[in-house]
């Protein structure tokens, strides 16, 4: 089983329409997560980090569910702008490497 | 610097060269990091670095992978007799630590014919 297992799309989505991804993670122990973003060819660039009581940036809400295990991103309004593949990352320990998923690729289409 | 800066952005080498590929941090940042991107896949470990701690070498493919980290700042990722599955990006990232995430470079764009 993959550390970090997300569903690889695409998702095909029309502006303005709201989109959701899940990811999950085997290691119990992880302490930290984020959503990372990557456009195509380019380096992968934090979108935000996910806490334990659930946080919003924006169009952006990220959550996390400790027990089951899973990390959901929820993007409102989706933007042209916001086609990309994004990235579930867990952290293990305060200063460890961080393990990331293959991505979910979005593509919002007018 | 700004941030993290990567050095050649693009290599070309012939099979059975070495290449070396260079890491500047964000001053300041204890942990760096190294990852490799094949095309289309997702980001594999590579190789860690934390303060003056032993490096986390667990993600070496290989022992013609090597990376060494100089006066706690700037790194090097050498590839010794590279063959074509080598072809890849690779990148690089530093974080004061792992739980504020990390900030990568641009990468380097291996290619070995």
């Known amino acids: 089983r993959k550390e970090v297992e997300q569903d690889p799309g695409p998702f095909n989505v029309p502006e303005g329409a709201t989109v959701a991804f899940n990811c999950t993670y085997s290691?119990?122990?992880?302490?930290?997560f984020f959503w990372y973003r990557q456009d195509c060819r380019k380096e992968p660039k934090l979108l935000m980090s996910?806490?334990?009581s659930g946080n919003e940036d924006g169009r952006f809400t990220a959550q996390l569910n400790r027990a089951s295990q899973y990390i959901s991103l929820l993007i409102r309004d989706s933007k042209l702008s916001d086609s990309a593949t994004y990235l579930c990352v867990v952290g293990t320990g305060t200063a460890s490497k961080l393990t990331f998923g293959t991505g979910t690729r979005l593509q919002v289409t007018l | 610097g700004a941030g993290v800066s990567q050095s050649p952005s693009n290599k070309v080498t012939e099979k059975g060269k070495d290449v070396e590929l260079r890491c500047d941090p964000i001053s300041g940042h204890t942990a760096l990091y190294w990852y490799r991107q094949s095309l289309g896949q997702g980001l594999e470990f590579l190789i860690y670095f934390q303060g003056n701690s032993a490096p986390d070498k667990s993600g070496l493919p290989s022992d013609r992978f090597s990376a060494e980290r100089t006066g706690g700042s700037v790194s090097t990722l050498t590839i010794q007799r590279t063959q074509q599955e080598d072809s890849a990006v690779y990148l690089c990232?530093?974080?004061?630590?792992?739980?504020?995430?990390?900030?990568f470079g641009s990468g380097t764009r291996l290619t070995v014919v």
């Open positions: 990232a530093s974080s004061l630590s792992g739980v504020y995430g990390y900030t």
């Open positions: 996910v806490y334990s």
């Open positions: 290691n119990s122990a992880s302490q930290s």
